[in-house]
Nanobody
Framework: QVQLVESGGGLVQAGDSLRLSCAAS????????MGWFRQAPGKEREFVAAIRWSGGRTIYTDSVKGRFTISRDYAKNTVYLQMNSLKPEDTAVYYCAATRNLVIVTTASAYNYWGQGTQVTVSS
């Protein structure tokens, strides 16, 4: 049983940084793709970033390129999302997700496993 547990959210001011963590357990994740999604009130869940666990290839949505960095730590079985230069429009619940899809995908429906989410609030 795959379990994903996010942490690291909080209330920050515009321009600040946060690092989200996603602790993964229950499987060997070498063949998995790990993704971060977010959902703001009244909006659909949207793709933020993803990383192939083996090899480390990454992709980002345009609005976070240059500000967010996704990475993984093999030893800790953890995926991170470093968020810099945060903006009020980054406010959302952030979710970690996992899929065994062969290619990196950005659609939420392609991900099989989800964490419970962590709230990120950026004040102006």
């Amino acid at each position: 049983q795959v379990q994903l547990v996010e942490s690291g959210g909080g209330l920050v001011q515009a321009g600040d940084s946060l690092r989200l963590s996603c602790a993964a357990s229950g499987r060997t994740f070498d063949t998995y793709i790990m993704g971060w999604f977010r959902q703001a009130p009244g909006k659909e869940r949207e793709f933020v970033a993803a990383i192939r666990w083996s090899g480390g290839r990454t992709i980002y949505t345009d609005s976070v390129k240059g500000r967010f960095t996704i990475s993984r730590d093999y030893a800790k079985n953890t995926v991170y999302l470093q968020m810099n230069s945060l903006k009020p429009e980054d406010t959302a619940v952030y979710y970690c997700a996992a899929t065994r899809n062969l290619v990196i995908v950005t659609t939420a429906s392609a991900y099989n496993y989800w964490g419970q989410g962590t709230q990120v609030t950026v004040s102006s």
